[in-house]
């Protein structure tokens, strides 16, 4: 049986460079030899993508947050078992750009649904299949908003928001990324991408393709926990094992 996959996500506010992340990193694991799958939310699946439309065009919003927040769910529940965990199995590696970050943002912080709705559809639609690792992208509103302005694509339900709702967007992701930073990196998207790139590389080397290595050949911890026990000596050609 292969051996289980990687499941990274990419969150953030509009226009954080998500996607063009998501695409490069994908890259570079191919370059790897990495059978790699890029995918998205809402979406990822036909099922999901059908209702994707429903969401962006503002369509759910009549129904309520809760109903909305519950539309998400069931877009996420059809691609995290039709296409997330298959793939998972496989032993590639799953790049998704949003996932269950944003419903806790957008649904639950700035939508006002319950935060124990927003779990219990968490526990449902992911259950154990958490990412790995997540990049918060963090970018001012005003640049986000304006770079997604520049892609021409229109605004959509959640980008037509005023200022004040995309800044405490960018401050609950904020949060998530300081209260789980065994998941969670945070990263300033302001940077030019090819630098922001090598960043995103240089983390995931080191926190997934590291974890790879037994445990005897693995480097210490960065910010060791516990009292120092003797730990093996560092790698001095800091090579990725992988
Ligand atoms: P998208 O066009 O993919 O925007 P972006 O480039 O900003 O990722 O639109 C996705 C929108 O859906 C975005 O505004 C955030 C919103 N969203 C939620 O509100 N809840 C969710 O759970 C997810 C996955 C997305």
């Known amino acids: 049986m292969a051996a289980p996959g990687r499941f990274i996500t990419f969150e953030g506010g509009e226009g954080a460079g998500k996607t063009t992340q998501v695409k490069r990193l994908g890259e570079r694991l191919r370059v790897l030899g990495h059978d790699v799958l890029e995918t998205r939310e809402p979406g990822g699946s036909p099922g999901a993508e059908a209702m994707r439309h429903l969401l962006l065009a503002g369509i759910a919003k009549p129904l309520g947050s809760d ?44 939508g006002g649904v319950d935060e124990r709705l927003v779990r219990a559809l968490e526990r449902v639609t992911v259950g154990t299949t958490v990412p790995d690792l997540t990049f918060v992208l963090d970018v001012p509103p005003e640049v986000g908003l304006a770079r997604a302005g520049k892609r021409g694509q229109g605004t959509d339900r959640f980008e037509s928001e005023d200022l004040a709702y995309h800044e405490r967007l960018r401050q609950a992701f904020r949060h998530i990324a300081e209260n789980e930073p065994n998941r969670c990196i945070l990263i300033d998207g ?53």
């Open 67 to 110: 109903a909305e927040a519950m539309l998400f769910a069931a877009a996420r529940e059809d691609h995290v078992t039709s296409v997330i965990r298959p793939a998972l199995a496989g032993g590639a590696w799953v790049i998704c750009d949003r996932f269950l970050d944003s419903t806790r943002v957008y649904q639950g912080v700035l």
């Open 190 to 242: 302001t940077i030019n991408a090819d630098v922001l790139a090598v960043r995103i590389w240089m983390a995931v080397a080191d926190r997934l393709l590291r974890k790879r290595a037994p445990a005897a050949a693995a480097a210490p911890a960065a910010k060791p926990i516990a009292a120092p026990t003797p730990a093996p000596a560092p790698d001095p050609t800091g090579t990725v094992a992988g």
